[in-house]
């Protein structure tokens, strides 16, 4: 008699990104093999050749540029139970987003694709969850090996895995770090979503905010610190835009409309 397959069906999409978070998974296995236990891949173009189509979960790395973006997304939300965003590109729109507040978007992109530029279809950068409904969300750029487990774990079990909505600060002040922002260096972690253990801080580099912001978080104060640190106008809006461009730019066109 044959041993009947109870692994739960998972698979890895990518759209706009640079592949560094499904690396971090392949990374992430080889640490966590026991994971292969209790799940099967069936489609990782990173990582395997085979594109099963008949998958429970879809984790979805990058962000939608494109109408054949949403075409595939659409697919994968009618196939999959649940779906997971992974990193920041597919969870805030990232660093793809900053193209969102360039003059001209015809403009960026010749920059980019110089006279084939009438090439290549692109809109504006949206995160997945402007799309399709997303079930989870893994934040940062790249992720988190210790988080994508524990994600994986809760969904495993039926649990909605919920991120931190509480900011960087709290995790730097835990390590007992001397804030950058007394020694004048720029950091956004007032604002920024926690969960990464304030790495950035903890070696000396202000968070620029890859894991997204927190809810309702005191914009204007924030600018008034990076403004009191010496900060340009430019300079603070570039932080503030570096992986959370479609949001800013989501705010402004609402106060526009008001
Ligand atoms: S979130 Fe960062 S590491 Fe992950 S795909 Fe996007 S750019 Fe790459
Ligand atoms: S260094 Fe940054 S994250 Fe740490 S306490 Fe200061 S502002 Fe917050
Ligand atoms: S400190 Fe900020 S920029 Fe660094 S990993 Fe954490 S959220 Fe991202």
Known sequence: MTKENTKVKVAFFDFASC??????????????????????IVQFREAMTEKGEDYLIAFVEGSCNRKSDEERLFK???????????GACAHTGGVNA???IQPSLQETREYVYGDKADWYEVYPT??????????????????DRGEFVKVVKNVLLGKRPGIPDYPVCVECKLKENVCLLLEGK?????ISR??????????GD??????????????NAMKDVLDEAGLTLNEIMARFTMY???????????????
């Open 98 to 100: 900053l193209k969102n």
């Open 126 to 143: 949206r995160p997945i969850s402007a799309v399709i409904d997303v079930d989870a969300f893994i934040p940062g750029c790249p992720i």
């Open 244 to 258: 959370n461009a479609y949001q800013e730019d989501q705010i402004e066109t609402a106060e526009k409309t008001i």
């Open 194 to 203: 926690a969960g990464c253990g304030a790495i950035c801080p903890t070696y």
């Open 19 to 40: 592949e560094g978070c499904q690396l971090t998974i392949v990374d992430a296995l080889q640490t966590h093999l026991s994971l292969l236990d209790v799940v099967e």
């Open 76 to 86: 994968i939300r009618e196939q999959a139970a649940l779906v997971v965003a992974l």
């Open 186 to 190: 720029p950091c956004l972690g007032p």
């Open 206 to 219: 202000g968070c620029e905010g890859c894991r997204g912001i927190i809810p309702h978080p005191n914009e």
